[in-house]
Structures are given as C-alpha cells and as structure tokens.
T-cell receptor, first 111, second 111 residues
C-alpha cells in the first residue's frame, strides 16, 4: 500500500464547476499536511496548508479528517487557470520532517 | 530575495558518465531534499539531509550520492550505476516542518 494515495484523474470540468480531490495517507502519526500545485514541466508550489480545523483561501477549501486519514481540496467556480496537477503532501515521519508526495491529481478546466 | 537555485536547468549525460546537479539555498533552512519525478508520476525521495555533514538515503538512493558540507548547498551526483537516470530532478528545503520550497528543477537526459 502506498503511503500517500491520490486518484490521478484527469478530472475534466467546465469553467465554473466545483471539483473536489481526496488524498489518503497510511501513517496515523502524520503531523502536517499540504496541497501543492504543479504546472507542466515546472516545480511544485504551495497552494495551501491543511489544518485540523480546515481552512479556506478564496475559492479553495482544504480539510483534514484524521479519523479516516484523508485530506481534501475543494475548488469552487473553477477557472481555466486552475488547470494543473494537484499534489498532496504529508509529513509521514513524525520526528524528522520528510515531505512525502502523492502522485498528483490532474485537473483540466475547459471553456 | 531568498530562494533555492538549481543548476543547470537542462543536462545531458552520456552512458557511463557521472554528473552533478547543483542545489543552493539562502533561506537558512536546515533540511534539504532531493526528489526525482518521472512523467505522470509523483515525487520520489532520493536523499535528504536534516543537518550539515549528515544525510540519509530515501526510497530510491541507488545510483546516487550526495554531500552536505555547507548548510546552503546539497549537490546530487548521478553516477553511472543509475541505469535509468532520465528524469526531472527537484531539490527542496524546509525549516521546522513548515512547507517545502522547491528549486526550478533540472531536467536530465541520457544521450
């Protein structure tokens, strides 16, 4: 079983749609969680951190469910510019911080 | 401005040749990491270093070597023992478990 799992997609949605991604992790001792965005042939960039209480940044909402060991990302009112790969990142070691990545979920927003 | 610099952006390696990828950061981060990304895949950890003069193998360390003589620098050598080195290589750094910052990556191709 992989340590961090994501549905690779692609998710193909029209502009204005709401889309949600989930990511599951295997280590219950994991302490910090993030969503990154990666554009084609570029480095990943932080989209948002994920807190136990959930957090929202404009059209983006991230949530953490520790009991079921998953995090989610919700994108409302999708824009063409949201087209990218979204990577789930989990600190799995607890002691030493080692960012562990899911394989990413591809989002394509079309007109 | 603070950040991580990787060089070169593109690198071509002949069969049997060792090559070294540079990674420099001026963020004063203690921890640095090397990842490999293949097309359509997530990031896989090659090596990481939590402190100067110390480093640990990641999930796919075979055929690679690193050094951490200075806090700012974490070069990666791809040796001839790495049989399938063509990939996108990403260097990252963190401080105290907050988000990872990435360099722009090095795209290595075997010719």
């Amino acid at each position: 079983r992989k340590e961090v799992e994501q549905d690779p997609g692609p998710f193909n949605v029209p502009e204005g749609a709401t889309v949600a991604f989930n990511c599951t992790y295997s280590n219950s001792a994991s302490q910090s969680f993030f969503w990154y965005r990666q554009d084609c042939r570029k480095e990943p960039k932080l989209l948002m951190s994920v807190y136990s209480s959930g957090n929202e940044d404009g059209r983006f909402t991230a949530q953490l469910n520790r009991a079921s060991q998953y995090i989610s990302l919700l994108i409302r009112d999708s824009k063409l510019s949201d087209s990218a790969t979204y990577l789930c990142v989990v600190n799995l070691s607890g002691g030493s911080y080692i960012p562990t990545f899911g394989r990413g979920t591809s989002l394509i927003v079309h007109p | 401005d603070g950040g991580i610099t990787q060089s070169p952006k593109y690198l071509f390696r002949k069969e049997g040749q060792n090559v070294t990828l540079s990674c420099e950061q001026n963020l004063n981060h203690d921890a640095m990491y090397w990842y490999r990304q293949d097309p359509g895949q997530g990031l896989r950890l090659i090596y990481y270093s939590q402190i100067v003069n110390d480093f640990q193998k990641g999930d796919i360390a075979e055929g690679y070597s690193v050094s951490r003589e200075k806090k700012e620098s974490f070069p990666l050598t791809v040796t001839s023992a790495q049989k399938n080195p063509t990939a996108f290589y990403l260097c990252a750094s963190t401080s105290n478990g907050v988000e990872a910052f990435f360099g722009q990556g090095t795209r290595l191709t075997v010719v």
